[in-house]
């Protein structure tokens, strides 16, 4: 049974910094992607950066040199450190994972930016 489960988010004021957890709990071997979606109100659900398990990176551009995702495969857990946090940034963050075929998401974290 997987279950993925966040940490972090919260209120940050323009330029500030945060960082995402998520660990994916109830996983064995290779998880073949892992990363964060974001949806901010009226919005869609939008790719922010995932990470596979050769280390291969996809950024949104809207957050290219700004943020980095990162693995720990031992720990089972995916990061995103957010640097230069805009108000545009405000979202819900998913943690979302590709293992075995399938997606699986986070509940979300709510980040908001305050100018």
């Known amino acids: 049974q997987v279950q993925l489960v966040e940490s972090g988010g919260g209120l940050v004021h323009s330029g500030g910094s945060q960082r995402l957890s998520c660990f994916a709990n109830?996983?064995?071997?290779?998880?073949?992607?892992m990363g964060w979606y974001r949806q901010a109100p009226g919005r869609q659900r939008d790719l922010v950066a995932i990470m596979t398990s050769d280390d291969k990176t996809r950024y949104a551009d809207s957050v290219k040199g700004r943020f980095t995702v990162s693995r720990d495969n031992a720990k089972r857990t995916v990061y995103l450190q957010m640097d230069s946090l805009q108000p545009e940034d405000t979202a819900v963050y998913y943690c979302?994972?590709?293992?075995?075929?399938?997606?699986?998401w986070g509940q979300g974290l709510q980040v908001t930016v305050a100018s």
């Open positions: 979302n994972i590709y293992y075995i075929r399938r997606d699986y």
């Open positions: 109830g996983t064995t071997g290779s998880i073949y992607v």
